[in-house]
């Protein structure tokens, strides 16, 4: 589907707000998504992790190009509410990108839009890796 999810032990599901272009040549297996610079505010590519439950550190993933957004939204839901992130797309691409430590209760979801950007967003690929279980 042009971007990946991964989440040991977990079913992840992806799913769109409006039409994500679907484009080869590079990203994570050599596929990702795109806004395709249209519709600014309307297309959000949200990655579902039902089954997450415990401590994570979450990562994101973006092919390298010079010309993507510089301020791509980027939303995490977890236990204590939503963070908020804006992710340079021009900058570490083609490497999975830390963006913090989350405990999760009520699984996870991480939700890249394109809300007030100039230049194309893309959502290539999440990772969480467990860092230990939630309490009780």
């Known amino acids: 589907a042009g971007a990946s999810a991964a989440c040991a032990g977990t079913t992840a599901g992806v799913s769109t707000v409006g039409d994500w272009g679907q484009y080869t ?7 990702y998504s795109s806004d395709e610079n249209v519709f600014k505010g309307n297309k959000f590519f949200v990655y579902s992790f039902p089954e997450a439950f415990g401590v994570y550190t979450v990562y994101e993933y973006h092919p390298a190009s010079g010309t993507y957004a510089t301020n791509a939204a980027l939303n995490i839901t977890h236990s204590s ?9 021009t900058a570490d691409g083609s490497a999975w990108n830390q963006l913090g430590t989350f405990c999760f209760t009520a699984g996870a979801t991480i939700t890249i839009g394109n809300e007030g950007t100039t230049a194309t ?16």
């Open 25 to 31: 040549g590079s990203g994570l297996d050599s596929t």
């Open 81 to 89: 509410g939503t963070s908020q992130f804006v992710v340079d797309q």
């Open 121 to 136: 967003v893309v959502a290539d690929g999440v990772r969480l890796v467990r860092t230990s279980p939630a309490s009780e």
